[in-house]
C-alpha cells in the first residue's frame, strides 16, 4: 500500500487507529475527519468511501501481523528452529499491536467472509510443499516427529494471540496470584514458554 502525501498518511493512520478501537460499524468518516484534523469535504476527496478506507487499513494491518514467513522458511536452518523463530516473530508483532486481536474477534463477528479472506490471501504465498518435504527428511533423520500442519498453524496462532485477547483482564490476574508481574514481562516469558511447548511437540517419541 502507498500513501502519497501527509494528508493521506494522518488520514490513514486515523482510520486504522479508529477502526481497531471501535470497529467498522461504529467509526464514521466524521471520526476519521476529526482525529486527522481535516474537513469531511477533504476527506471525501482522498477517501470516498469508509469501506474502501477499512479494506486498506485492514489489508495493511493483517500483513503487519502475519508472521514474516516466506523468509524464514527460506533460511538454511532446521524445521523445529524455523516454527520456533515464526511464533516469536508473531508475538512480537502482536506485542506491537496489542489492540489487534480484539479487532479481529469484533470484526470476524460482524463479517467473517471478509476478514478470512484477508488472512488467507496472505497464507497463500506459503510454500507448503517445501515444508512437506523437509518434514519427511528430518522425520526420516529422526529429529521431528510427524504432525499435521494445520495443526500447527492453529496451534501457533492460538498460544501466541490469546494472551493479547486477555490484556485487559491479566493485570487482575496477576494480582489474584501474588504477583507483581507486568504484562511486557509476562509476554517476553511467554515466548520462552511457547517455544518450548512447540520443541517438546515436535521431539520424536521414544521407541
Same mark, same amino acid.
Given at each position: *500500500?502507498?500513501?502519497? %502525501? @501527509?494528508?493521506?498518511?494522518?488520514?490513514?493512520?486515523?482510520?486504522?487507529?479508529?477502526?481497531?478501537? =471501535?470497529? +467498522?460499524? /461504529? !467509526? !464514521?468518516m466524521q %471520526?476519521?475527519?476529526d482525529?486527522?484534523?481535516?474537513?469531511?469535504?477533504s476527506l471525501?476527496?482522498?477517501?470516498r468511501? =469508509?469501506?474502501?478506507?477499512f479494506? $486498506?487499513?485492514?489489508?495493511?494491518?493483517?500483513?503487519?501481523?502475519?508472521p514474516?514467513? %516466506? &523468509?524464514?522458511?527460506?533460511?538454511?536452518?532446521?524445521?523445529?528452529? $524455523?516454527?520456533?523463530e515464526?511464533?516469536?516473530?508473531?508475538? /512480537?508483532?502482536?506485542?506491537?499491536? /496489542?489492540?489487534?486481536?480484539?479487532?479481529?474477534? *469484533?470484526?470476524?463477528r460482524? @463479517?467473517?467472509q /471478509?476478514?478470512?479472506?484477508?488472512?488467507? &490471501?496472505?497464507?497463500? !504465498?506459503?510454500?507448503?510443499?517445501?515444508? =512437506?518435504?523437509? #518434514?519427511?527428511?528430518?522425520?526420516?533423520?529422526?529429529?521431528?516427529?510427524?504432525?499435521?500442519i494445520?495443526q *500447527?498453524?492453529? !496451534?501457533?496462532?492460538?498460544?501466541?494471540?490469546?494472551?493479547?485477547?486477555?490484556?485487559?483482564?491479566?493485570? %487482575?490476574?496477576?494480582?489474584?496470584?501474588?504477583?507483581?508481574?507486568?504484562? @511486557?514481562?509476562?509476554?517476553?516469558?511467554?515466548?520462552?514458554?511457547?517455544?518450548? #511447548? +512447540? &520443541? +517438546?511437540?515436535?521431539?520424536? &517419541?521414544? =521407541?
Amino acid at each position: *500500500m502507498e500513501l502519497h %502525501d @501527509d494528508t493521506e498518511q494522518r488520514i490513514f493512520n486515523a482510520a486504522q487507529r479508529l477502526f481497531l478501537q =471501535k470497529g +467498522l460499524s /461504529e !467509526t !464514521t468518516m466524521q %471520526d476519521i475527519a476529526d482525529l486527522a484534523g481535516i474537513s469531511r469535504t477533504s476527506l471525501h476527496y482522498y477517501f470516498r468511501s =469508509k469501506d474502501r478506507l477499512f479494506e $486498506k487499513s485492514l489489508n495493511n494491518l493483517i500483513r503487519n501481523i502475519m508472521p514474516r514467513i %516466506d &523468509s524464514t522458511l527460506a533460511k538454511d536452518i532446521s524445521l523445529r528452529d $524455523k516454527i520456533v523463530e515464526i511464533a516469536t516473530s508473531y508475538i /512480537e508483532q502482536l506485542r506491537g499491536n /496489542e489492540l489487534l486481536p480484539g479487532f479481529l474477534i *469484533m470484526e470476524l463477528r460482524r @463479517d467473517p467472509q /471478509e476478514i478470512i479472506r484477508f488472512v488467507f &490471501s496472505e497464507w497463500t !504465498t506459503i510454500d507448503f510443499q517445501s515444508i =512437506k518435504n523437509q #518434514m519427511d527428511r528430518e522425520v526420516e533423520a529422526g529429529l521431528i516427529r510427524r504432525f499435521d500442519i494445520s495443526q *500447527m498453524v492453529i !496451534t501457533i496462532m492460538g498460544l501466541c494471540t490469546f494472551p493479547f485477547i486477555c490484556e485487559p483482564i491479566l493485570s %487482575d490476574v496477576f494480582k489474584a496470584l501474588g504477583g507483581h508481574q507486568t504484562f @511486557d514481562n509476562f509476554i517476553t516469558e511467554r515466548k520462552n514458554i511457547v517455544n518450548q #511447548m +512447540l &520443541s +517438546l511437540w515436535l521431539t520424536p &517419541s521414544e =521407541k
